[in-house]
């Protein structure tokens, strides 16, 4: 039996996932330290630089992630996804805090629906990593948190929604919350009778992969409704071979296993990297759903790639893979009915 999780620092046995969690690192001197790198290297600002960006979203990366960064790489992709760096306090013109205007979309504390047939609903504000592009960066989790309260009155809403078909779990990251909580959520979910599908949009299987534990396994496994697991993964070298192997057994309970990534400047805007992540999610048993073209986030004009380039980069991808490892090309604009397709189909 190979082992889920890496060995704790403190007592050398197994880690659970809330260890791993709870031991992540958040200071970027520890991190830096541990890549054998300098603050000079990655910011003009110094130590100073890198702390003063981090004060509004914290610094927060698990040890087994910074594990698969390349040490002493200022460019390492891996690394560019999690540290905050000055760069983020820099306006940009046009880049705002709720670019996506989400909260006309809520329906319930909680509970957001802009699409035909799907809710999505906000279960919880943490991640187990805190990714410097994320478009939730300022989003007022506080308002939606105080969690099995709030989903009262979420699935309230949702009861007398008769043509919500599909509940996307969301977050943060759903998959920070306890098996026990996630089975309280999956029953409601089961209790709604016109729902047929659930989805979860989680990143924790790629950046945490001992969460994917026999509770969660078993929980999936025995899910009245058929589940879609959108996991995130925006480079190859984010899929190790414990990834694979969480990925793997994920897929064994049935779900159906997609992939969303968030196009991004110096971490997977190039045709080899975008080829590389879909194969590889490929050998885990994913498939790619979408790319997402960068949303115009205050804090991320640094990662920003313009239309016509992700255009390019999509349309190489295809002339060189099959037609289902493609992604999606998509952003999500105010007022739509769908995520706008920056790409015609086929
Ligand atoms: C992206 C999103 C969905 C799901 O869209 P799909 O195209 O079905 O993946 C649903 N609700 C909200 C609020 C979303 O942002
Ligand atoms: S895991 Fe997802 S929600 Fe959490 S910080 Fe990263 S991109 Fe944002």
Same mark, same amino acid.
């Given at each position: 039996?190979?082992?889920?999780?890496?060995?704790?620092?403190?007592?050398?046995?197994?880690?659970?996932?809330?260890?791993?969690?709870?031991?992540?690192?958040?200071?970027? $001197?520890?991190?830096?330290? !541990?890549?054998?790198?300098?603050?000079?290297?990655?910011?003009?600002?110094?130590?100073?630089?890198?702390?003063?960006?981090?004060?509004?979203?914290?610094?927060? $990366?698990?040890?087994?992630? $910074?594990?698969?960064? /390349?040490?002493?790489?200022?460019?390492? =992709?891996?690394?560019?996804? $999690?540290?905050?760096?000055?760069?983020?306090?820099?306006?940009?013109?046009?880049?705002?805090? %709720?670019?996506?205007?989400?909260?006309?979309?809520?329906?319930?504390?909680?509970?957001?629906?802009?699409?035909?047939?799907?809710?999505?609903?906000?279960?919880?504000?943490?991640?187990?990593?805190?990714?410097?592009?994320?478009?939730?960066?300022?989003?007022? @989790?506080?308002?939606?948190?105080?969690?099995? /309260?709030?989903?009262?009155?979420?699935?309230?809403?949702?009861? #007398?929604?008769?043509?919500?078909?599909?509940?996307?779990?969301?977050?943060?990251?759903?998959?920070?919350?306890?098996?026990? /909580?996630?089975?309280? +959520?999956?029953?409601?979910?089961? *209790?709604? =009778?016109?729902?047929?599908?659930?989805?979860?949009?989680?990143?924790?299987?790629?950046?945490?992969?001992?969460?994917? %534990?026999?509770?969660?396994?078993?929980?999936?496994?025995?899910?009245?409704?058929?589940?879609?697991?959108?996991?995130? #993964?925006?480079?190859?070298?984010?899929?190790?071979?414990?990834?694979?192997?969480?990925?793997?057994?994920?897929?064994?309970?049935? *779900?159906? !296993?997609?992939?969303?990534?968030?196009? +991004?400047?110096?971490?997977?805007?190039?045709?080899?990297?975008?080829?590389?992540?879909?194969?590889?999610?490929?050998? *885990?048993?994913?498939?790619?759903?979408?790319?997402?073209?960068? %949303? @115009?986030?205050?804090?991320?004009?640094?990662?920003?790639?313009? %239309?016509?380039?992700? /255009?390019?980069?999509?349309?190489?991808?295809?002339?060189?893979?099959?037609? @289902?490892?493609?992604?999606?090309?998509?952003?999500?604009?105010?007022?739509?009915?769908?995520?706008?397709?920056?790409?015609?189909?086929?």
């Amino acid at each position: 039996m190979v082992s889920n999780s890496l060995p704790d620092r403190h007592s050398g046995l197994p880690a659970t996932w809330q260890q791993e969690l709870a031991d992540a690192v958040s200071d970027p $001197v520890e991190l830096l330290d !541990l890549l054998g790198l300098r603050p000079d290297q990655l910011d003009p600002g110094g130590l100073d630089g890198l702390r003063a960006a981090a004060v509004t979203f914290p610094l927060r $990366v698990p040890r087994s992630f $910074v594990a698969r960064m /390349r040490p002493g790489d200022p460019q390492d =992709p891996l690394l560019r996804q $999690v540290l905050a760096a000055s760069v983020e306090l820099q306006d940009a013109p046009g880049f705002t805090s %709720d670019p996506l205007e989400e909260a006309a979309a809520r329906r319930a504390p909680g509970l957001l629906q802009k699409y035909l047939g799907r809710a999505l609903m906000v279960t919880t504000g943490a991640c187990a990593i805190h990714c410097r592009y994320c478009f939730r960066r300022d989003y007022d @989790y506080a308002a939606d948190t105080g969690l099995e /309260r709030r989903w009262e009155e979420a699935f309230r809403t949702l009861a #007398a929604s008769p043509d919500v078909e599909e509940l996307l779990l969301s977050g943060g990251d759903p998959l920070s919350l306890s098996n026990a /909580r996630l089975e309280s +959520l999956f029953a409601r979910a089961a *209790a709604l =009778p016109q729902l047929r599908r659930l989805r979860i949009h989680t990143r924790n299987p790629i950046v945490l992969p001992s969460r994917v %534990d026999n509770g969660l396994l078993a929980l999936l496994a025995r899910s009245p409704l058929p589940v879609v697991v959108v996991v995130h #993964a925006n480079h190859a070298a984010e899929i190790d071979e414990e990834v694979r192997d969480a990925l793997q057994r994920l897929r064994g309970t049935g *779900a159906q !296993l997609l992939n969303q990534s968030v196009l +991004l400047a110096g971490v997977n805007d190039d045709v080899d990297r975008l080829a590389d992540l879909s194969c590889s999610l490929f050998d *885990a048993g994913v498939l790619p759903y979408y790319l997402h073209a960068p %949303d @115009y986030v205050r804090g991320t004009a640094h990662f920003h790639v313009d %239309d016509e380039r992700a /255009r390019c980069l999509v349309r190489d991808l295809a002339a060189r893979l099959p037609g @289902y490892l493609v992604p999606r090309l998509a952003r999500e604009e105010p007022g739509k009915p769908g995520k706008t397709l920056l790409l015609p189909a086929g």
